[in-house]
Nanobody, 125 residues
Framework: QVQLVESGGGVVQAGGSLRLSCTAS????????MGWFRQAPGKVREVVAA????????YYADSVKGRFTISRDNAKNTLYLQMNGLKPEDTAVYLC??????????????????WGQGTQVTVSS
């Protein structure tokens, strides 16, 4: 079984930055793609950014393009999300997910085989 653990959330003022990390542990970790998702109170979970694990393909939601950057360290089994220019509307629980066979399923369906527990990001105005 694979476990995903997020860290790096917190409270930040509008315009500030945070860097989220998602580290995988457990059995041999070899996803096809991973993504960052967020869920705000009363809203549907949405995919924020995604990337293939061994290729350079990336995806960003329109709402975060130019502000967020997804990256990975394969040797550390860790996925990152650098968030700059944070806005109050970015406030949500951020989760990482890993899909074993598809990048499209993450981007289009917001689907993953494994999920982290989430980390809270709060942006104050």
């Amino acid at each position: 079984q694979v476990q995903l653990v997020e860290s790096g959330g917190g409270v930040v003022q509008a315009g500030g930055s945070l860097r989220l990390s998602c580290t995988a542990s457990g059995r041999t970790f070899s996803p096809y793609a991973m993504g960052w998702f967020r869920q705000a109170p009363g809203k549907v979970r949405e995919v924020v950014a995604a990337m293939k694990w061994t290729l350079s393909d990336t995806y960003y939601a329109d709402s975060v393009k130019g502000r967020f950057t997804i990256s990975r360290d394969n040797a550390k089994n860790t996925l990152y999300l650098q968030m700059n220019g944070l806005k109050p509307e970015d406030t949500a629980v951020y989760l990482c997910g890993a899909h074993l066979s598809s990048f499209t399923n993450i981007v289009v369906d917001g689907d993953s085989h494994y999920w982290g527990q989430g980390t809270q990001v709060t942006v104050s105005s």
